[in-house]
């Protein structure tokens, strides 16, 4: 899969328009989010601690995913069971249920089948293509066939991804309708290419069927349906208030003016991320002496940073998270703690029960084209009860990612035709 919270949401559909072709996305659609732990009983700091702790497997993949890719072996882009979305679809004719995590780091969409060989445990019923009258198998001259690099194709093309922690889905390559919403508002999508997984291995899968990618290659939902524009518009991680995720026209159309974009970098090695060129970053009123080439994707694909909606907080190559710790040390004028407990890097004490009391340096991230003033609560997270607040950044190896926390109230919109990005302060739940 697109590592890590994220916010691991809930989706539901909400007010989706009327649309008769796919393939132009001449109207699109919007597609409601809710946060996994909306309504409970959690501090900010304990959201991003429950984030951190399901996604440090899916960091670690994504990191080993770009040190296979330098070794020139083959691996599938995907990961599986520790994404931070989950979408309330429907598969097949009649239509069942299909929970699945969206991924924005991935591109197959797969969900566990019948007659299933081993699978998971899933809380909804095992899709059986058999009760599908619009079900159909895929050639083994489709592209969509020739990109999972099928390990066999007879009578079907049959595919087998793995992942870092040895987790894998098996099965074979075939078509269906997927759903949206529900009537009389559900929109359906036909001949959607998936694959059909019926010997499948996976953790922390449970309250899903499989995965639904919307990543940068040809197997994507992205890619199959031709989209040239998708956004997505994050609340608050301690606010229980719908998110969205917005494809076609609709993915800007509410938004007015001219906004800076920023490049999206291609890297041959790790096709499906959604790359940025990120250039520098300041604390307070100071540049940080951190030199450029730190940031930048390497020729043999390692480094960079990724932007993925599934990772809680951004993490940092080791050493310009060091330059960016240090700073906010000296800068903010508080006693740091000890945050070994916490699960993130540097914390400080918290001296007062009102955190907007302190005093936080600002922080900007100067990518190409565009320079991103963060809000406050988009980078720290404090706890007063426990009288912590800590920075929502931590350190990583050669692959940095800008998290979601850091995505909060932005619609983040993603120009597939162009090859851009933007961030547009918004209030996400008002979309």
């Not at 800076?260 to 991320?273: D, M, R």
């Not at 307070?284 to 020729?299: C, D, R, V």
């Not at 907080?313 to 700073?327: C, P």
């Not at 120009?415 to 918004?426: C, E, G, I, N, R």
Request: with cysteine.
């Amino acid at each position: 899969m697109a590592s890590p919270p994220f916010l691991l949401l809930i989706l539901t559909v909400l007010g989706i328009l009327p649309w008769s072709s796919y393939s132009t996305l001449t109207t699109g659609f919007h597609v409601g989010l809710r946060h996994i732990d909306g309504g409970r009983n959690f501090t900010k700091l304990q959201l991003v601690q429950r984030g951190i702790n399901r996604r440090r497997q899916r960091l670690q993949r994504m990191t080993g995913m770009v040190k296979t890719a330098e070794k020139n072996d083959i691996q599938a882009p995907v990961h599986a069971g520790d994404g931070e979305f989950i979408a309330n679809l429907m598969i097949g004719t009649p239509p069942v249920p299909f929970p699945a995590i969206i991924d924005t780091g991935s591109d197959l969409i797969w969900t566990q089948c019948n007659p299933c060989m081993s699978c998971f445990h899933q809380s909804t019923p095992v899709f059986n293509p058999h009760h599908s009258s619009t079900f159909s198998n895929i050639s083994c001259s489709s592209k969509l066939c020739k990109a999972v690099k099928p390990s066999k194709c007879d009578k079907s093309c049959e595919y087998r991804y793995t992942y870092g922690d040895e987790s894998f889905t098996e099965g074979f390559m075939a078509m269906d309708t997927i759903y949206f919403g529900k009537s009389p508002k559900r929109v359906s999508i036909p001949h959607i290419g998936f694959g059909c997984g019926v010997n499948n291995r996976a953790t922390g899968m449970e309250k899903t069927a499989g995965l639904l990618g919307l990543g940068r290659g040809v197997l994507s939902l992205v890619s199959q349906l031709g989209a040239k524009k998708f956004s997505y518009c994050l609340t608050s991680i301690h606010e229980n208030k719908t998110s969205s995720l917005l494809f076609g026209s609709l993915a800007s159309s509410n938004f007015t003016g001219n906004f800076a974009e920023t490049p999206l970098i291609q890297n041959p090695l790790q096709p499906s991320y959604y790359y940025l060129s990120l250039e520098g970053v300041t604390i307070g009123g100071a540049l940080l002496p951190i030199p450029e080439s730190a940031f930048h994707l390497g020729n043999d694909g390692s480094g960079g940073m990724i932007i993925d909606s599934g990772t809680t907080i951004t993490y940092l190559q080791e050493d310009v998270f060091g330059v960016v710790k240090n700073a906010f040390i000296s800068q903010t004028k508080l006693q740091v703690a000890n945050s070994s407990a916490i699960g993130l890097d540097l914390c400080f004490h918290l001296p007062v029960k009102n955190e907007e009391e302190v005093k936080v340096p600002k922080l900007i991230f100067h990518f190409k084209g565009l320079n991103l003033t963060l809000p406050v609560e988009n980078y720290m997270v404090s706890d007063p009860e426990m009288g912590l607040m800590c920075l929502a950044i931590d350190p990583t190896g050669s692959l940095s990612i800008f998290g979601n926390i850091q995505q909060q109230n932005m619609l983040v919109l993603h120009d597939l035709h162009k090859a851009t990005l933007s961030f547009v302060p918004t209030q996400c739940d008002k979309v």
